[in-house]
């Protein structure tokens, strides 16, 4: 059951829309939306002429159009005006969905506003079309291969007078990694490799599907006049139409999309487990590996 809906507009104002009582401090009550479950997908076939059936060449999720209906509220030409400028014609809109077990947001744009202004009880109807058709979580998702694991608790007790006995953390580092992905459609992330010392010849490998990411690290320093050193981040982005490798230097951010090999892939986040390694010519212990995600959803 969808809790409220929350729309933030190209200004960065945001609005909570509920969908049923209390109605107080709302300005219009949404009665029905759709374009918000899974819907269509594209299926491009090839026709055969000399056999039955037909040749599946490819399929895609088409762009996405939700329509929201909304009852408006007395005073009604004040909370006209209010709805006009959370959906301006054209702009940009992002849709917050509230579920009991989702919290997720898609981003669209605003097509039409149509609204009875002469009847009794004035209903609006909002049509937003959404490029990409996925809804991404609200929360960042993350998983380290490395990290300082917390070991100090309360109450506590260092049970001898002359030994130190209480570990405060301790540095967990590990070459391979299991990231267990729970969404509905696979998913570009974000990596990040950050240095605690020199480094040279990273590879990243996907186990499962064999795919791989090699940074020359040679290259890595034509292009930044300096090897990798303490304090540099690699961020790579597998996002599909955000992909991208950075170094990241005091600072300065810097494209070494050069650096990687002709044939490195762009791998995705699948359902299920998702088996990654990362290896190292040398220094292999002074990074430390990290992904993040957002989950996407077919539907709300």
Known sequence: MIEYVEITNYLDE??????GPPYSDAN?????????????????????????????????????EIVITAHLLPNLEINRHVLYSYFPLKSKVNLRFKTDTRNCSIDGYVKGVEIGINDKHEIAQ??????????????????AFSGIIGKFTFPFCNN???????????????????????GDAEVGFTILLSFFGS?????????????????????????????????????????????????????????ILNSISDDSDWFQLVRGNNIFAYTCDSGELNVRFQVEYRTAYVGV
């Open 126 to 143: 909002i049509t937003v079309d959404c490029p990409d058709p996925l809804f991404y979580d609200i929360a960042m998702s993350s998983a």
């Open 28 to 64: 219009w009550v949404i009665s029905s939306l759709t374009g918000i479950d899974p819907g269509q997908a594209q299926i491009n076939m090839t026709e055969l002429s000399t056999n039955d059936g037909s040749l599946f060449n490819s399929a895609r999720l088409v762009s996405r």
């Open 199 to 255: 480094c040279t010849g990273i590879g990243i490998y996907n186990t499962g599907t064999h795919e791989k990411i090699e940074i020359d690290t040679d290259i890595v320093e034509e292009l930044t006049g300096e090897a990798i050193q303490t304090g540099d981040v690699i961020e790579i982005s597998t996002v599909k139409g955000q992909k991208y490798i950075h170094l990241i230097r005091g600072g300065v951010t810097y494209n």
């Open 14 to 19: 945001t609005i909570k829309c509920v969908l």
């Open 160 to 182: 001898s007078l002359t030994e130190k006995l209480i570990e405060f953390s301790t540095i967990e580092s590990t070459t391979e990694n299991v990231v267990f992905y729970e």
